[in-house]
């Protein structure tokens, strides 16, 4: 159960990760009560699609709330990563495009409708993850826990190694690699 938590943590937060490095690219530092802010109101919504999840598991016989749990992590996961194939083929398709990506806005500071912005995007963002998980048997504190603690280290982590131009291609890959781990849960979680 641990794994799957960690598995769980570290996939809905990898957009964490995203928002660090492309705020630390725009010299932009995110203060740690704004990192803890927003990885409290992260935890808030992935709390509470993970309690729907378990009140709806609770509904719904157990083979069925376990396989349509898994099923959805799956496919969430794929999706993630069909999402990522189509957003690079279209930058491949248009290099004045990814051009004009690559020009750097002036640094502004991190302003307080920003961070409750950042707050709810990251906390829906997990809410589809959190209640599938839920159905699939996923404990509430640890994945409250790893989500978490991992929000806060991705959050900090790339807003201070967002000004190293290698770490944009690792942010590249942050959504195929959330999709692999949302896939991997999901087939640990019915197979375990």
Same mark, same amino acid.
């Given at each position: ?40 109101? +992260? &935890?808030?919504?992935?709390? @509470? =699609?993970? /309690? %729907?999840?378990?009140? *709806? $598991?609770?509904?719904?016989?157990? !083979? ?56 709810? +995007? &990251?906390?829906?963002?997990? @809410? =589809?993850? /959190? %209640?599938?998980?839920? *159905? $699939?048997?996923?404990?509430?504190? !640890? ?50």
């Amino acid at each position: 159960m641990l794994i799957a938590s960690l598995l769980f943590g570290i996939s809905a937060s990898l957009a964490a990760l995203l928002v660090g490095i492309g705020y630390g690219l725009r010299r932009v530092r995110i203060r740690l009560w704004e990192n803890l802010t927003i990885s409290l109101i +992260t &935890l808030l919504g992935t709390c @509470l =699609s993970v /309690g %729907l999840g378990h009140r *709806l $598991a609770a509904i719904l016989p157990e !083979p069925v709330s376990a396989y349509a749990g898994s099923l959805i992590l799956v496919l969430l996961g794929l999706y993630y990563i069909v999402k990522w194939c189509a957003a690079f083929f279209r930058r491949r398709a248009a290099p004045a495009a990814l051009a004009a990506c690559r020009e750097e806005p002036p640094p502004q500071p991190l302003r307080l409708q920003e961070v409750f912005a950042l707050s709810l +995007t &990251l906390s829906l963002n997990n @809410l =589809s993850a /959190g %209640l599938s998980a839920s *159905l $699939a048997g996923l404990a509430l504190v !640890p994945a409250a826990i790893s989500t978490f603690a991992c929000s806060v280290l991705f959050l900090a982590s790339g807003n201070r190694l967002g000004g190293c131009r290698g770490l944009q291609l690792a942010g590249c890959g942050a959504e195929p690699f959330s999709g692999i781990l949302l896939i991997g849960l999901g087939l640990v979680q019915l197979f375990w």
